[in-house]
T-cell receptor
């Protein structure tokens, strides 16, 4: 599975859009991009995933570049409860059992 | 609550004792996974089941670790002869079989070995 690179930390003002980047330059055609977040002392929470098209759900939007080498998770109106570690993971469709996690981005939402 | 449930949330044990953790997955999910997470790191895959079959167990950390899912519903993870290095968060997740189906995690069991 391809590796991902994320900034270790980011700040965002409450009410503004939080844009979290992820680099996955070695991604292959059958690999999906998944985003999870983890709030302290809780299990990881699934946010969104996509293959090549942009995706949106009630939590966030996922923008994947045309060459698929990078993506951005967008939280449109960040709240203090969005403070968490955000993980970007690339996974082959036929390798559902194993997610390889990096260190993630610590996102701090400031009032 | 129809999410993944783990019990207990916290476990403190003395070195050398055996511990067992339970996971109840989302009811319609066929796949169940166990991960371990230490402080400041992402989760580390241990093993997974599809229904009652354990399809991957080579990543279990040692032969002191074992997992079961006897009826294809709940699962247990047992650690025998615990060591201080086993102190970690043990996470359970479940998913549908479809290849792109995301994993949904429980809130984990925090193990402290003294």
């Amino acid at each position: 599975d391809a590796k991902t690179t994320q900034p270790p930390s980011m700040d965002c003002a409450e009410g503004r859009a939080a844009n979290l980047p992820c680099n996955h330059s070695t991604i292959s055609g059958n690999e999906y991009v998944y985003w999870y977040r983890q709030i302290h002392s809780q299990g990881p929470q699934y946010i969104i995933h996509g293959l090549k098209n942009n995706e949106t759900n009630e939590m966030a939007s996922l923008i994947i570049t045309e060459d698929r080498k990078s993506s951005t998770l967008i939280l449109p109106h960040a709240t203090l409860r969005d403070t968490a570690v955000y993980y970007c993971i690339v996974k082959r469709m036929d390798s559902n059992y194993q997610l390889i996690w990096g260190a993630g981005t610590k996102l701090i939402i400031k009032p | 609550d129809t999410g993944v449930s783990q019990d207990p949330r916290h476990k403190i044990t003395k070195r050398g004792q055996n511990v067992t953790f339970r996971c109840d997955p989302i009811s319609e999910h066929n796949r169940l996974y166990w991960y371990r997470q230490t402080l400041g790191q992402g989760p580390e895959f241990l093993t997974y089941f599809q229904n009652e079959a354990q399809l991957e167990k080579s990543r279990l950390l040692s032969d002191r670790f074992s997992a079961e899912r006897p009826k294809g519903s709940f699962s247990t993870l047992e650690i025998q002869r615990t060591e201080q290095g086993d102190s970690a968060m043990y996470l359970c997740a479940s998913s549908l079989v479809e290849g792109s189906s995301p994993l949904h995690f429980g809130n984990g069991t925090r193990l402290t070995v003294t």
